[in-house]
């Protein structure tokens, strides 16, 4: 396994497998600059990223037994998320879209994944993928979109006219995990919380405190057409490391602040 910094110049894309960057070991996957994500493939439970703890809290919310699920990854990062649905739900089927083949291998090959982990991979624009599977109704309960080149979300994926694709594609009680970039006055993350609202009757946004008053970081959505299991997401957050804040209903729309979803076509 890798003890040093490992690096991909690709035609498409430039990565850094930097080491020894969490307080227990393991690595930082580093793109255009960006550390994307952290991984310790000695422990897939080891979740340093604030926002990567939201999404792996939420799916333990949401799927609180170690029963297998079968889960759909737009963005496959350093994998962190697959490697840890694995570890916790043993026998998951698990799907990722990677737009970059070159990243995914990179990955594969630095940190291989344990042979648990049942995954299998294609390499495409998340668009792509999902409008050419919205064919095949149900199956996912799982859909984790995070999907960023640098440091900007790609304006095709997030529309709602993406989502109602990615919708057909879930189980009724499946659920979408959507990370978006805190950018100025949070406006992406408002509008996909509003786009993600006209498709789905349940949404959820978990940022923490100093994100919402301006700091650098993300906010993660949580969409379903079932109840979100609010006493499970409040058991978390309340022992967070910072406070983090747990929005649904009126304090959704107080969030949301009357920004409009995104379609197909929108120029921002």
Partial sequence: MAEATLELDGEQVHARLVPNRGTNGGFSLVIDGTTQSHVNPDDPLDIQLEYVRHVTNLIDAWHPSDAPISALHLGGGALSIPRYVAATRPGSRQHVVELHRELFEFVVDALPLRDEVELTAEFDDARAAVDRSARFRGGYDLAVVDVFSGSVAPPNVGTIEFFRGLADLLTPTGIVLVNTLATSEL?????????????????????????????????????????????????????????????????????????????????G
């Fill in 187 to 267: 406006q992406l993350s408002r509008r996909m919380a509003a786009t993600l609202a006209e498709e789905f009757e349940e949404v959820t946004a978990l940022v923490s405190e100093v994100v919402l008053e301006g700091a650098p970081g993300n906010v993660v959505l949580a969409a379903s057409r079932t109840s979100a299991p609010l006493d499970e997401i409040l058991r978390w957050t309340a022992s967070a490391p910072r406070p983090v804040l747990v929005l649904q209903d009126d304090r959704l729309d107080r969030f949301v602040d009357g920004a409009g979803p995104r379609r197909d076509g929108d120029s």
